[in-house]
């Protein structure tokens, strides 16, 4: 959420920079409209009740003389009336004024290229070649399928469209790269392992800025109104929500892996294939909590952490920065790592990593102090993909398949697959 003094104090560097973002300016002008009235209903009825208070006072005293004081007590009828009015009003711009604050994304960084969507993104540096198979490529959901790994038909039947079953050497595979993801960002990169609730409240998704904004996209269980997480960024980023942290402990950095659970409502028609887009997914995740002056530094080392996971598994990719149409509703600016898809003859987003500033932790209430005795500030929380385990075994399926349809397990993960050094079908 944005800094309701910020847009006060320079609205025309707020319109300007959500304008980038595709943001009407009539938004803020609004925003800055009801701040203003909202200012003067406040000092309107304060003022009111002063006065209110010491008539009151007077009358008291009027009374136990014997005084008619019948006017004056008319008077102050109508004075209370008009403050009830006046705090109605205010009422009512402070829930609009909410409304639109909650619907409003974070402004870019200053670094963040132009652009309305993707085709403005950046590519910052590529990493290997995109493999060029001696044979024609097959899309990884054939592959998997001819292995008996990947079963769309049984899960369709369990769950319906867009959900995936994993067998055998499949769902060991999934395994492998979850426990070597953990295993890496928690002993080479320094994360602390979390393993979160899948289920959350209300206020923990609205903390990181799914909601209200994003509800249709979200599954939600009734009657106790809990969400299934989307990505482990909420529960993680939510640790320390209604915290003082000190300086001294920054950056806290976690790694946790999670299921996830999308609706994708406004994704029909899109990859319905495969494991691309789907339902529930496996992630893992990457969270941070900085200090203002370093959290653009720490974005850096995040990303970085996140290649790592491509380089030693020899998955060539690329990392583009995204535009300011491009990013997501929290994120100042975003690193998206992509893989080539052989088969599909595209780039495949497997990561993304983000610097929120503080607009997650204004929703949360994750300070900090900058000394003891210090007053408190708002910490900056960071997310990436660290990696997502099913576009990862996407990845695999398709970069590493052999003529003769087994598949090249990556040297890395032959440890978590009993050393052996293919898939082939059982």
Request: charged residues 30%.
């Amino acid at each position: 959420m944005l800094d309701i003094r910020q847009i006060r104090r320079e609205p025309e560097l707020v319109k300007a920079a959500l304008a980038r973002r595709g943001v009407q300016e009539e938004v803020v002008d609004r925003l800055v409209d009801l701040d203003a009235r909202r200012r003067e209903w406040i000092t309107r009825s304060d003022d009111l009740k002063k006065r209110r208070n010491e008539v009151s006072a007077d009358l008291g005293r009027r009374r136990k003389a014997g005084e008619d004081i019948s006017e004056a007590s008319a008077r102050m009828r109508e004075v209370g009336a008009e403050i009830a009015s006046l705090d109605a009003q205010r009422a009512a711009a402070e829930e609009e004024q909410q409304q639109i604050l909650d619907g409003i994304p974070n402004l870019p960084d200053a670094s963040v290229p132009d652009g309305r969507d993707a085709q403005d993104n950046v590519v910052v540096r590529t990493w290997g070649e995109p493999r060029v198979l001696p044979h024609p490529a097959r899309p990884h959901w054939e592959v998997g399928e001819d292995l008996g790994i990947l079963d769309f038909k049984r899960s369709a039947r369990l769950s319906g469209s867009r959900f995936w079953l994993l067998k055998g050497d499949g769902a060991r595979l999934e395994r492998a790269l979850i426990s070597f993801m953990l295993e890496l960002h928690t002993g080479e990169h320094g994360y602390t392992e979390i393993l979160p609730p899948s289920l959350v409240t209300r206020e923990t998704m609205y903390a990181t800025g799914q909601l209200p904004k994003f509800e249709e996209d979200l599954f939600r269980c009734t009657p106790n109104d809990l969400f299934l997480i989307p990505t482990s960024e909420v529960p993680l980023t939510n640790l320390h929500r209604d915290e003082i942290l000190e300086a001294s402990q920054l950056p806290l950095c976690y790694t946790g892996f999670t299921p996830c659970f999308r609706s994708e409502a406004g994704a029909a028609g899109r990859d319905t294939r495969g494991l691309v887009r789907v339902h529930q997914f496996h992630k893992v995740e990457l969270v941070k909590f900085a200090h203002p002056d370093h959290s653009f530094e720490e974005l850096e080392k995040m990303v970085a952490n996140a290649e790592r996971v491509l380089q030693i598994l020899e998955i060539p990719y690329r990392v583009v920065r995204l535009c300011a149409g491009d990013m997501g509703f929290s994120a100042a600016a975003t690193y998206d790592l992509e893989f080539w898809s052989p088969a599909q003859e595209r780039w495949l987003e497997i990561s993304s990593c983000s610097n929120c500033t503080d607009f997650q932790a204004r929703r949360a209430g994750i300070r900090f102090r900058r000394e003891p005795g210090a007053p408190t500030e708002l910490a900056h929380t960071l997310n990436g993909s660290g990696l997502a385990v099913g576009r990862t075994m996407v990845a695999i399926l398709e970069n590493f398949q052999q003529e003769d349809g087994s598949i090249l397990i990556p040297q890395a993960l032959r440890p978590y697959m009993g050393g052996r050094e293919r898939i082939v079908r059982s």
